[in-house]
């Protein structure tokens, strides 16, 4: 199985602050990779696909990049809704798995 | 507007066996493959299992294989988890999710997670 890890697993940022998370594969992913934001009680909601495609809807503050095995997400001004947990995700193969999680709260 | 809405969660107990369904609306269902995702209480996320639109292909996380079955049914719009031999560990929000296109595994295209329903509970405890 790809093992995705994560960091960092959590962050405090305040409002207006760029965040950046990083993400990495166990082994070569080319560009397939997804993120996701997770809000409390709530389920994700696909973010960015292929590893830096904008999901339709989604503000242009979020951004993704990376190949192969290493990967970043960045929000370039944090907004107060933007306070959530984010995953990555690969789809190169079989099982699909996630990364552990970055949850980002308010400083 | 793409709505998915599960059911079927509960307290059971172990060994015991759950069915969850899967209502989707708002889309032509019989063209999309579909998954499910489970998320155990305060924890992260965990593939579990996925089917392509006409049921060729269905595949299983091993940490459920042999013992959960994914099905559907086109006809009614409808998505199905049968959940045998149910462990303390199963325990999680289970979440119905669409895929973006017919098939489930990665040289088809597949493994996409968008949108997900709302997650219904299952926990396994004596």
């Known amino acids: 199985d790809i093992q995705m890890t994560q960091s960092p697993s959590s962050l405090s940022a305040s409002v207006r602050d760029r965040v950046t998370v990083t993400c990495q594969a166990s082994?070569?992913?080319?560009?397939?990779l997804n993120w996701y934001q997770q809000k409390p009680g709530k389920a994700p909601k696909l973010l960015i696909s292929?590893?830096?495609n904008l999901e339709t809807g989604v503000p242009s503050r979020f951004s993704g990049s990376g190949s192969g095995t290493d990967f970043t997400f960045t929000i370039s001004s944090l907004q107060p809704e933007d306070f959530a947990t984010y995953y990555c995700?690969?789809?190169?193969?079989?099982?699909?798995?996630f990364g552990p999680g970055t949850k980002v709260d308010i400083k | 507007e793409v709505q998915l809405v599960a059911s079927g969660g509960g307290l059971v107990q172990p060994g015991r066996s759950l069915r969850l369904s899967c209502a989707a609306s708002?889309?032509?269902?019989?063209?999309?493959?579909m998954h499910w995702v489970r998320q155990a209480p305060g924890k992260g996320l965990e593939w579990v299992s996925g089917?392509?639109?006409?049921?060729?292909?269905?595949a299983y996380a091993d940490s459920v294989k042999g013992r959960f079955t994914m099905s559907r049914d086109n006809a009614k719009n409808s998505l199905y988890l049968q959940m045998n031999s149910l462990r303390a560990e199963d325990t999680a929000f289970y979440y119905c999710?669409?895929?973006?296109?017919?098939?489930?595994?990665?040289?088809?295209?597949?493994?996409?997670?968008?949108?997900w329903g709302q997650g219904t509970l299952v926990t396994v405890s004596s």
């Open positions: 708002g889309f032509s269902f019989d063209d999309y493959g």
């Open positions: 995700q690969q789809y190169d193969n079989l099982p699909f798995t």
């Open positions: 089917i392509s639109w006409n049921s060729g292909s269905i």
């Open positions: 999710a669409k895929d973006k296109g017919g098939e489930i595994t990665p040289q088809a295209g597949g493994g996409w997670f968008d949108p």
């Open positions: 292929d590893a830096s």
């Open positions: 082994q070569d992913i080319s560009n397939y």
